[in-house]
């Protein structure tokens, strides 16, 4: 659905879905119809040229866990101003059921320069009394001057640092945006859940845990050519944890060389003089980690961390998240320094 | 002064799980190899579980660690369910898999076990933590206690607690007898009786839908709740256990704890705290609250049903009396219904209709409360326009939650008709749900009992249940009195309209 002067009115795409729910209603036969599932609106701000096909499907994984009305903005970088939009539903059909699922999916597309006229566009669009998600894909996005105006609707702006040149300057960015009162999340960050998880469930064991201010020195290595940001996050949050025990430990960053997809490949913590380390947990093959702590060795799965896997676990968490917060202040401060 | 963990994160990790190990009695039996180890492997495999976690297997049967090992693979790879299998990660799991032989009532034993349990700490710092479970036949959970009690492994320098599998006794004297074996090693908060309904995500939704939410707890009560059904149904018979089955029937081995144990999370009070005495402390009372029927009220409140034999799908299906190892005049009940009156001032009055059977069409275990209908029925039509609100809580096999209402037919004219609002645990969230095993074992090792049944428990709901059996034990039943794959006796349609209900059709 276009309009005339490349302008589009709020009244119609909602028109437009409850025209789409009352077709869809009666594709379904007796009581089979269809159920209409919402938790959130879940607005996705990315480029043109950014793979069409990959968020749909990625947002097609989301709905059954987190259904929502999605907002696809898709921006072309144009001076002219210029909005169109269509809307659409993805439904599915539960295993065993005769009932359909359905979300609704809406898609506008945008020049950059009609950014300015875009929030009061999406706001109207936004399910009443539920949370706003803002799911940036683009740094160049995120920088635009106009884009603050787009991210006041969402209670929540979803970014992911490595998708920026440089780490230092996009933590810097991110914490100051941070610090200015934007509530964010970095895909960067919810990549490190698994590591940190293994990491706080090896300092459940008593025994290990009595160990833990003695740690001296951490290692963290990973394939790729220049540290990332989640090996600086990881360095601050295990630098603040451990002075909660009392220990200032160095921290070493090691490259093992550069991978078209980085990825950390070990963290080891380490007491002065001691031959084996305290804890330590590798990437292993078979997309496992291997956890060696007090002379034993396990292994634990580390899924594929896709855009699916890591935004199902970020849209769990709508609100404040301290630890994030207070690990981005200090892993920008760590790769400025 | 102890340390606290640095590096939980609540918000985005699962529950913290202490370092432990876990030592199962009747380790080569089907609970051990179907449930057990499965759910065992499946916490190790979401990396819930300690790395020095250990299980030591305990049953007759002769067999070193590794054969041990092999056999609990084998299990686990049968019975594992929803999920892959991976080597690696039971590679590491079973490097904490041991086994010893012995006989339970062999009091060498229990010695044996301290040093095998001591040497375990010492190789995979379990930090002296110990969960007992008693996989075992029933008649040897006293012989156990007693050996645990005897060379004082119930104590230790970590915690200690032990679960126990149903039926806790089989009517309230016994039951108070095992209590009493049990507390001569541990005390009563570290003992966790298992009633695996208890772990179902649904059930455990109730108190999320209950005490979550503003809008039905003003509802709950005598003046909107016209009564409620709650239905265990199986489809299968007693499939080889019938010489067990003989001696229990639906009455004790469902309606005594799982039954009632879900009514009480029903119809409990609002807990002050999710503490877990201070849930269990709701339920107790509850359970307290249940009338118990004098003699001559019992059958007039209760059915009592046995299912024959029937020809269901082009197959002959055998009545209960020609099951393998059932005795050809067994008075034994695949069946039973029960009408349930709660004295308090929420619920005085209101019936609770409990039944749970074997045999019967579908395998489905549901709560369905129906409420007054409108006071006034200002619309013309037939029944259904005046038909009453149901609110159905399903437990299995699809958890999820419906609420029925009515809604004007479109169109010209004021035709109302009955519609269903869904909401599906599976289909609402894609997450895979925990089996009920997983979260009750990781809740005794954690130390939380909300989900265990507490003695005091215990006894009320067999002080109810021994009225009726008492009654029944002294009745000769005109058995069978249902075909298998029906719903029942036509006695407990009956006990339903005497008061205007009838039973839903799940």
Request: hydrophobic share 45%.
């Amino acid at each position: 659905m276009g309009a005339a002067g490349g302008t589009i009115a709020p009244d119609r795409i909602l028109h437009d879905m409850a025209d789409l729910w009352v077709s869809l209603g009666k594709q379904g036969e007796g009581d089979a119809g269809v159920l209409r599932a919402c938790s959130m609106t879940l607005v996705v701000a990315a480029e043109e040229s950014d793979d069409a096909q990959a968020i749909g499907e990625t947002l097609a994984a989301l709905m059954p866990e987190h259904p929502s009305r999605a907002i696809v903005l898709r921006f072309r970088a144009d001076a002219q101003r210029g909005l169109a939009a269509r809307v659409f539903a993805q439904c599915w059909m539960p295993f065993g059921h005769r009932q359909q699922i359905c979300c609704e999916q809406i898609e506008i597309a945008a020049s950059d320069a009609s950014l300015p006229d875009l929030a009061a566009v999406v706001l109207p669009l936004t399910v009443p009394d539920l949370p706003v998600i803002l799911w940036c894909r683009s740094p160049r996005l995120f920088q635009l001057p106009d884009f603050s105006q787009l991210a006041a609707i969402a209670q929540k702006v979803v970014l992911d640092s490595a998708a920026f040149g440089e780490p230092a300057a996009a933590l810097g960015e991110m914490s100051g945006a941070a610090a200015a009162g934007s509530l964010l999340a970095d895909l960067s960050w919810t990549r490190l859940t698994r590591w940190r998880e293994l990491i706080a469930q090896i300092f459940e064991n008593r025994a290990q845990l009595a160990n833990l201010p003695l740690v001296t020195d951490i290692l963290i290595s990973y394939r790729a050519a220049a540290t990332p940001p989640t090996a600086y996050y990881l360095a601050a949050w295990l630098i603040d944890g451990l002075a909660k025990v009392g220990a200032r430990p160095r921290v070493q960053f090691r490259s093992d060389g550069g991978e078209p997809a980085w990825r950390l490949s070990l963290v080891q913590l380490r007491a002065q003089g001691s031959a084996d380390a305290l804890a330590s947990i590798a990437l292993a093959e078979g997309s496992c980690a291997e956890v060696k702590t007090g002379g034993l060795v396990s292994k634990a799965p580390l899924p594929a961390l896709t855009d699916y896997a890591l935004m199902r676990e970020e849209l769990s968490i709508p609100g404040r998240d301290p630890a994030f917060e207070r690990t981005l202040a200090a892993a920008a401060k760590l790769a400025l320094s | 002064m102890s340390l606290e963990n640095p590096f939980q994160d609540p918000l985005r990790f699962e529950r913290r799980v202490p370092e432990c190990a876990m030592v199962i009695f009747g380790a080569n039996g089907d609970l051990t190899k179907r449930k057990l180890l499965p759910a065992l492997y499946r916490l190790a495999y979401e990396r819930r579980l300690d790395a020095g976690f250990a299980v030591l297997g305990i049953s007759r049967t002769p067999m070193t660690d590794d054969q041990f090992r092999e056999k609990m693979l084998a299990s686990v790879k049968e019975f594992l369910e929803d999920s892959p299998f991976d080597a690696d990660v039971w590679a590491a799991f079973a490097q904490g898999i041991f086994y010893m032989a012995g006989n339970f009532d062999d009091g060498a034993l229990f010695p044996a076990l301290d040093a095998r349990l001591k040497a375990i700490d010492a190789a995979r710092h379990t930090g002296g933590n110990v969960l007992f479970y008693l996989s075992a036949q029933p008649s040897q959970y006293i012989p156990i206690a007693q050996g645990i009690a005897a060379a004082n492994v119930g104590k230790g320098s970590g915690w200690r607690r032990i679960v126990i599998e149903k039926p806790f006794g089989h009517d309230l004297a016994s039951a108070q007898e095992l209590s009493a074996e049990l507390h001569s090693a541990f005390a009563e908060a570290e003992v966790y009786r298992i009633d695996h309904y208890l772990g179902k995500e649904t059930v455990q939704n109730i108190l999320a839908l209950r005490f979550g939410n503003g809008i039905f707890e003003p509802l709950w009560n005598r003046r909107y709740v016209n009564h409620v059904q709650i239905t265990a149904a199986e489809s299968i018979g007693v499939e080889g256990r019938g010489a067990y089955y003989q001696e229990a029937g639906a009455l004790r081995d469902m309606i005594q704890n799982h039954l009632s144990q879900v009514m009480a999370t029903i119809a409990m009070e609002p807990s002050a705290t999710f503490r877990p005495d201070s849930v269990r402390d709701e339920r107790s009372k509850l359970l307290r609250s249940i009338r118990v029927m004098k003699p001559d009220e019992v059958l007039q409140n209760t059915v009592s049903g046995q299912y024959g034999p029937a020809h269901i799908g082009g197959e002959d299906v055998p009545g209960f009396r020609q099951e393998p190892g059932v005795k050809p005049d067994a008075q034994t009940d695949t069946y039973a219904a029960v009408t349930f009156f709660v004295d308090n001032w929420r619920w005085a009055g209101v019936p609770f209709y409990l039944r749970s059977g074997k045999r019967l069409p579908k395998r489905v275990t549901e709560i369905a409360i129906q409420f007054n209908s409108a006071p006034l029925a200002i619309f013309n039509g037939d029944e259904t326009t005046t038909a009453p609100n149901l609110l159905i809580l399903r437990i299995q096999p699809e958890e999820g939650i419906s609420l029925k209402f009515l809604s004007k037919r479109p169109g010209s004219g004021m035709t109302l008709r009955p519609v269903s609002m869904d909401f599906n645990y599976g289909s609402s969230f894609g997450e895979r749900s925990p089996s009920a095993y997983e979260t009750l074992l990781l809740d005794a090792i954690i130390g939380d009992a909300t989900l265990y049944t507490r003695q005091d428990m215990v006894e009320a709901s067999w002080a109810v249940v021994d009225a009726v059996q008492h009654v029944w034990n002294e009745t000769k039943f005109d058995f069978p009195n249902y075909a298998a794959g029906s719903w029942g006796p036509k006695a407990a349609d009956d006990m339903l309209a005497r008061r205007g209900h009838v039973w839903r059709q799940p």
